[in-house]
């Protein structure tokens, strides 16, 4: 299993980021995906999932963030929009949809003016 995270980085508040997660090594379509992340000093907060087309997200992001997939592409995303600081942490893609399976290395996302 290999999941790789991408599209990180530094954005203003009020801005937006589209993170990627590939996925390898095991039958990615169909199969419950996953985002969480991690502030500093913080631990692991569940983000959004995503279980064939029916999506969940954790009230600090909804209406802000959206969660999509690319099976063809063994694709996740996460499309951050009004982005605020306490966004900022380590996002992760992760197996099953409360990111409780095996996850990726993770991209740094910050938030800052």
């Known amino acids: 299993v290999q999941l790789v995270e991408s599209g990180g980085g530094l954005v203003q508040p009020g801005g937006s980021l589209k993170l990627s997660c590939a996925a390898s090594?095991?039958?990615?379509?169909?199969?419950?995906m996953s985002w969480a992340r991690q502030a500093p000093g913080k631990g692991l907060e569940w983000v959004s999932g995503?279980?064939?087309?029916?999506?969940s997200y954790a009230d600090s992001v909804k209406g802000r963030f959206t969660i999509s997939r690319d099976d063809a592409k063994s694709t996740l995303y996460l499309q951050m929009n009004s982005l605020k600081p306490e966004d900022t942490g380590v996002y992760y893609c992760?197996?099953?949809?409360?990111?409780?399976?095996?996850r990726g290395q993770g991209t740094q996302v910050t938030v800052s003016s």
């Open positions: 992760a197996i099953g949809s409360r990111a409780n399976g095996p």
């Open positions: 090594g095991f039958s990615f379509a169909g199969a419950p």
């Open positions: 995503i279980l064939r087309v029916n999506t």
